[in-house]
Each structure stands twice: as structure tokens, then as C-alpha cells.
Nanobody, 127 residues
Framework: QVQLVESGGGLVQAGGSLRLSCAASGRAFGNHAMGWFRQAPGKEREFVAALSWSGRDTNYADSVKGRFTISRDNAKNTVYLQMNSLKPEDTAVYYC????????????????????WGQGTQVTVSS
């Protein structure tokens, strides 16, 4: 069993920055890709970023490329999402998730590839 707990959300003005953290319990963390997703009110959950377990490979949604950076510290069982140049359209609940596949691979962008999810953290960007 893996538990994921997000933190770091909050209210920020447009152009500002936030750093989200996702702390994972369980030894499986270091052997799986990790991803971040978000869901805005009235919209479907969408992919934001993902990182392979080694940290070598990443994927980003086009809407966040150049502004967001995903990273991880396997010794701390934590994955991060650094969000810069935030826009009002980034407002959403952000979720971290664990890839269901064991081992190194290109981190997936489809939510169906993830088996454990955190409870989410709210990010609100004011204009």
C-alpha cells in the first residue's frame, strides 16, 4: 500500500510561484514513475507533468512547458512540482500519482496508468 500526501498549495497572484510537494509512504516509491495532474472546477482531470523513477525522463503538458518543473528526491520519498509564472488558468486542485508499472520507463501521461493518488492540494491564482 502506498499513501501520497500533497502540500504546498495556496493562493498566489498571477506571475507568482509555488512549489508543491508529494510525500509518499512505502518502499515502492523509488521504483516507479510519478506524475502530477490537476482538475479545475467543471473540468476533467488533466495531465500536468511526469518523471521517471531515475529522474532521467520527463513529460509535460504543453500548457505548462517552460513554466513548471517536476523533480524528485528518492531518498526522501518525495516528488516536487515547481510552478513559476503562474496564470489564473492554472487554478485547480493538484494531485500526485504513482505509475502502476514497476521500473524505468518513459513516464506516462494517461491517468489510467496511475494506481495510487493523493488527496489533492488547492492552487488558486488570482489575476
Amino acid at each position: 500500500q502506498v499513501q501520497l500526501v500533497e502540500s504546498g498549495g495556496g493562493l498566489v497572484q498571477a506571475g507568482g510561484s509555488l512549489r508543491l510537494s508529494c510525500a509518499a509512504s512505502g518502499r515502492a516509491f523509488g521504483n516507479h514513475a510519478m506524475g502530477w495532474f490537476r482538475q479545475a472546477p467543471g473540468k476533467e482531470r488533466e495531465f500536468v507533468a511526469a518523471l521517471s523513477w531515475s529522474g532521467r525522463d520527463t513529460n509535460y503538458a504543453d500548457s505548462v512547458k517552460g513554466r513548471f518543473t517536476i523533480s524528485r528526491d528518492n531518498a526522501k520519498n518525495t516528488v516536487y512540482l515547481q510552478m513559476n509564472s503562474l496564470k489564473p488558468e492554472d487554478t485547480a486542485v493538484y494531485y500526485c500519482a504513482k505509475d502502476r508499472v514497476f521500473g524505468e520507463r518513459i513516464p506516462p501521461m494517461n491517468s489510467n496508468d496511475y494506481d495510487y493518488w493523493g488527496q489533492g492540494t488547492q492552487v488558486t491564482v488570482s489575476s
